[in-house]
């Protein structure tokens, strides 16, 4: 069982450029949700969505943009990345609304320099 | 912002000893998780209880809840070195939920063989 795939597993990128971390999870989850973690912060959410076709914004979500083209799959894009946004980042998702537990992805470590 | 808040930050014990995490939160919640990392990976859940529930056992863990006082504690039971970890509360709002878990910074727990 594949549950929740986060793609890439690494990445360094320059001040400015752009990228898209890919979550896909084959649970058949209505709700996913895209966090980052940085030292001694926990985690943070970013932006989440309910459902196919819908996004919405989390704690921080400046700098950041989603979609949710397809079910299965929600994408997470930094327009042009700034070494603030050095984190690891997790991809969930879950089934309802909040009532049972979510599932993660194993992170993407990335680094902006 | 931070819902949840671990207490101790860091907790260091004997293999076999028995380890015990606070949570503090600060809004109504519908219900609150405990998740484990260990280290460079992803979340995963533990256990959940309901904002109508005191107690809740699974395994070797212990989970009290006390609405009253808005803060919940974990306890391992006889503690193995596979248990060393950062253990995470999080919590989901009376609200339902979609927005997402809101998380504490985490407890990091060391079992010393």
């Known amino acids: 069982n594949a549950g929740v795939t986060q793609t890439p597993k690494f990445r360094v990128l320059k001040t400015g450029q752009s990228m898209t971390l890919l979550c896909a999870q084959d649970?058949?989850?209505?709700?996913m949700y895209w966090y980052r973690q940085d030292p001694g912060m926990g985690l943070r959410l970013i932006h989440y969505?309910?459902?196919?076709?819908?996004?919405a914004k989390g704690e921080v979500p400046d700098g950041y943009n989603v979609s949710r083209l397809k079910k299965q799959n929600f994408l997470l894009g930094l327009e042009s990345a700034a070494p603030s946004q050095t984190s690891v980042y997790f991809c969930?998702?879950?089934?309802?609304?909040?009532?049972?537990?979510?599932?993660f992805g194993q992170g993407t470590r990335l680094t902006v320099v | 912002s931070q819902q949840g808040e671990e207490d101790p930050q860091a907790l260091s014990i004997q293999e076999g000893e028995n380890a015990t995490m606070n949570c503090s939160y600060k809004?109504?919640?519908?219900?609150l998780q405990w998740y484990r990392q260990n280290s460079g990976r992803g979340l995963v859940h533990l256990i959940l209880?309901?904002?109508?529930?005191r107690e809740k056992h699974s395994g070797r863990l212990r989970v009290t809840l006390d609405t009253s006082k808005k803060s919940s504690s974990l306890l391992i039971t006889a503690s193995r070195a596979a248990d060393t970890a950062s253990y995470f509360c999080?919590?989901?709002?009376?609200?339902?939920?979609?927005?997402?878990?809101?998380f504490g910074k985490g407890t990091h727990l060391i079992i010393q063989p």
């Open positions: 649970m058949n989850h209505e709700y």
């Open positions: 969505s309910v459902g196919e076709g819908t996004t």
């Open positions: 969930a998702s879950s089934p309802f609304r909040g009532k049972t537990e979510a599932f």
């Open positions: 209880i309901r904002s109508n529930e």
């Open positions: 809004t109504s919640i519908n219900n």
């Open positions: 999080a919590t989901v709002n009376s609200g339902g939920g979609a927005d997402g878990l809101t």
